[in-house]
């Protein structure tokens, strides 16, 4: 069964305690919207990782963040104190208000620039190369789990920009230059380019192509 989240961040929690482990830590984080109706095993997106709740109280969940997670997302630098975006897993008939989210990083960027334009925050995030494929313009992307659509792409980066909403709702809006970030690609686009190779061994009959999928509805 796949977790899926919006990239529609629900509410800001705040780191209350880390314990770490040699490889691997044990998160506490205060909350309040998101744990309304928390379960043991349930899923919550913290700055766009998928967690699993492991114990929980009115006040407060815990988390385990295993080496994998810590070494290839931005939670390795979280502190106690500081404030993440959390999100709960869709539920089944929920309004899909950003895009599909899974919650698994693929890499993790920098914000290199921000300047006000009128009164949105045009923020540049630089990308690890091997994203490429993956970012385009007007395409979808998360950054620390929220849903954002990519304005312009240069070689080495991207820009998106905040309403005012979103950057007084989310951390993104107090982030500063040099900031760590998790980065979300659209798994639509993996797929298709999963799709497009097609199987490593096999001759071209049945390959998928692009007259393939624009005659099946999957572009125009």
């Not at 699993?52 to 997670?69: G, H, L, S």
């Not at 630089?126 to 385009?136: C, K, N, Q, V």
């Not at 792409?153 to 709702?169: E, K, W």
């Not at 659209?186 to 005659?215: A, M």
Request: with cysteine.
């Amino acid at each position: 069964m796949i977790t899926i989240f919006t990239g529609i961040i629900e509410e800001l929690g705040k780191v209350r305690e880390i314990r770490r482990g040699s490889q691997s830590c044990q998160i506490d984080i205060n909350a309040g919207l998101v744990i309304e109706d928390v379960k043991l095993g349930d899923s919550i997106a913290v700055n766009g990782v998928c967690l699993t709740v492991v114990a929980f109280n009115e006040a407060m969940f815990t988390a385990d963040v295993m080496a994998e997670t810590l070494e290839k997302t931005s939670l390795e630098g979280l502190r106690s104190g500081d404030v993440v975006n959390l999100e709960r897993a869709m539920r089944l008939g929920d309004r899909l208000g950003g895009h599909m989210v899974l919650g698994h990083v693929d890499g993790v960027g920098r914000i290199v620039e921000q300047r006000k334009l009128d009164i949105a925050l045009v923020v540049r995030i630089g990308y690890p190369s091997e994203l490429s494929p993956y970012i385009l313009p007007k395409g979808s992307v998360a950054i620390d789990g929220i849903s954002l659509t990519v304005v312009e792409v240069l070689p080495d980066s991207f820009t998106v920009s905040l309403i005012p909403h979103t950057a007084g709702l989310t951390t993104l809006g107090w982030k500063k230059t040099g900031d760590l970030v998790n980065l979300e690609t659209d798994i639509i686009g993996k797929y298709v380019e999963h799709l497009l190779k097609g199987p490593k061994k096999s001759s071209n009959t049945g390959k998928i192509s692009l007259g393939f999928l624009q005659e099946h509805g999957f572009m125009e």
